[in-house]
């Protein structure tokens, strides 16, 4: 039978506050440093196909990257304002996603989806997917721009709700951060 003070029905006591900004520190390590890495290596493969629009965004979007890393930096010589670098960190990071996924969206690269297609499937899928395209009543372009829509769309959708969560993340912790950089020695 369970009681009132049973250990099922007893709600965990809250973090110590450094407990709190270890585990922030660990998080924005590492969600700076993929961050750098995924960005860096897109930057990087736009360059060397000289795609400038995608370079300039792997460059910014690393630098976001880039600026969390420094939070932790800051954290770590016992300055809280760290935890505003943090979250500025990720605004930044999804207004350049969302700002990117609206210029893609409204900029499609048609000739480059074309040649994707075309090298990565046999001329049997290709005319199955033409197919396709035909029962449907869509230009071969218009499937290419629908696909490209949708795939930004959700790359937009998957950014806002992560990079939101985690400035939400963040700032729930501020006053634990704080406490935990004040009272260290």
């Not at 250990?7 to 900004?21: D, N, Q, Y």
């Not at 939101?164 to 993340?169: D, F, H, I």
Request: hydrophobic content about 45%; overall charge neutral; charged content about 15%.
């Amino acid at each position: 039978m369970l009681t009132r003070y049973s250990p099922i029905l007893s709600k965990a006591p809250p973090l110590l506050p450094s407990e709190t900004l270890s585990r922030v520190v660990r998080t924005a390590r590492m969600n700076g440093t993929v961050t750098l890495a995924i960005a860096g290596t897109f930057a990087l493969i736009s360059a060397s196909d000289h795609d400038f629009s995608g370079t300039g965004i792997g460059i910014a979007i690393a630098a976001a990257g880039a600026m969390e890393l420094h939070g932790i930096t800051v954290i770590h010589n016992r300055d809280e304002r760290g935890v505003s670098w943090l979250i500025w960190s990720q605004f930044i990071l999804m207004a350049l996603v969302l700002g990117y996924a609206y210029f893609r969206i409204t900029h499609p690269p048609l000739e480059d989806l074309k040649a994707s297609f075309n090298a990565l499937y046999s001329p049997e899928k290709l005319a199955e997917l033409k197919s396709a395209e035909d029962q449907l009543g869509l230009t071969n372009d218009q499937a290419l721009k629908l696909l490209n829509s949708f795939s930004w769309g959700l790359i937009a959708f998957v950014t806002l709700l992560y990079q939101g969560g985690m400035m939400l993340y963040y700032s729930r912790r501020r006053a634990a951060i704080s406490e935990a950089v004040t009272t260290e020695e």
